[in-house]
């Protein structure tokens, strides 16, 4: 069995790829990476890890930065009495 073959756990897949088990755990359940389900645990093949690798390093996450902040102007709807 060559390390293409060998599974991981949740726990040993989120560390590889650097994320939360709680977030890998939505990322499976919402179909985004391939993962299979062995009795009550979440597994991985280490080449579907590989695989996604590039996809989490690319993404930045996490919340926006002060300075990137969308401006909003302070207006009210017409029609709508301001307070």
């Known amino acids: 069995m060559g390390r293409q073959d060998q ?3 949740l726990t040993d897949a989120a560390r590889e790829l650097g994320l ?3 977030r890998l755990a ?3 359940k919402e ?3 391939g993962s299979q389900i062995a009795g009550r645990y979440w597994v991985f093949t ?3 890890i590989e695989r996604y690798k590039p996809l989490v390093k690319a ?3 996490g919340r926006p930065k002060d300075d990137a902040t969308l401006i909003m102007e302070n207006r009210t709807p017409a029609g709508v009495a301001s307070i």
């Open 26 to 28: 939505l990322i499976a």
């Open 59 to 61: 993404s930045k996450g």
């Open 7 to 9: 599974l991981l756990t």
């Open 20 to 22: 939360s088990r709680q």
């Open 46 to 48: 280490v080449e579907e």
């Open 31 to 33: 179909g985004r990476i």
